[in-house]
């Protein structure tokens, strides 16, 4: 996820690796189950995709509201890499919209689009049938296809 969600993470000046980011949500999921105590393997991969999310979107946010240190001149200097990482104003309203999915869905969807999980393997995680998590999945793509379709690019087969 670090590396093909965030890649600009990945380089300087944070060259954040994977082991960091892991050790940053261990450390995170550690103080939250001071307070919450997950009793299903399903509530602790809810758990750590939210904290998984926050570590990103923490990092990605410190790292465009720092200033630049150096005053080089513009011509001396190569333009930046763009990279899908900035958080904007649509990265959020999507952020917000998962987030807001109904609970079941926002389950589905994290394990299945965020940590990579099958649907049979969600499945059994849940303790539904997969044609259960095949029709929350695609109630939550519906839902987020309604919220965020002014997001979709034009289509090009369209005149």
């Given at each position: 996820?670090?590396?093909?969600?965030?890649?600009?993470?990945?380089?300087?000046?944070?060259?954040?690796?994977?082991?960091?980011?892991?050790?940053?949500?261990?450390?995170?999921?550690?103080?939250?189950?001071?307070?919450?105590?997950?009793?299903t393997?399903?509530?602790?991969?809810?758990?750590?995709?939210?904290?998984?999310?926050?570590?990103?979107n923490?990092?990605?946010?410190?790292?465009?509201q720092?200033?630049?240190?150096?005053?080089?001149?513009?011509?001396?200097?190569?333009?930046?890499?763009?990279?899908?990482s900035?958080?904007g104003?649509?990265?959020?309203?999507?952020?917000?919209?998962?987030?807001?999915?109904?609970?079941?869905?926002?389950?589905v969807?994290?394990?299945?689009?965020?940590?990579?999980?099958?649907?049979g393997?969600a499945?059994?995680?849940?303790?539904?049938?997969?044609?259960?998590?095949?029709?929350?999945?695609?109630?939550?793509?519906?839902?987020?296809?309604?919220l965020?379709?002014?997001?979709?690019?034009?289509?090009?087969?369209?005149?």
């Open positions: 996820m670090l590396i093909r969600q965030y890649p600009r993470l990945t380089r300087p000046p944070l060259n954040l690796q994977s082991d960091e980011m892991l050790s940053a949500v261990v450390e995170r999921l550690l103080k939250a189950m001071r307070e919450v105590h997950p009793e393997p399903r509530q602790f991969f809810a758990l750590a995709n939210r904290h998984m999310r926050w570590e990103l923490d990092l990605a946010r410190r790292l465009d720092r200033t630049e240190a150096l005053g080089l001149h513009e011509d001396a200097v190569p333009a930046p890499e763009t990279s899908g900035v958080i104003p649509d990265a959020i309203r999507m952020l917000e919209a998962i987030e807001n999915l109904p609970d079941e869905e926002r389950e969807f994290e394990l299945i689009r965020i940590q990579g999980v099958t649907q393997e499945a059994a995680l849940i303790g539904v049938s997969a044609k259960t998590v095949q029709r929350r999945l695609n109630r939550g793509l519906l839902t987020l296809t309604e965020l379709g002014d997001l979709r690019p034009p289509d090009a087969g369209r005149s």
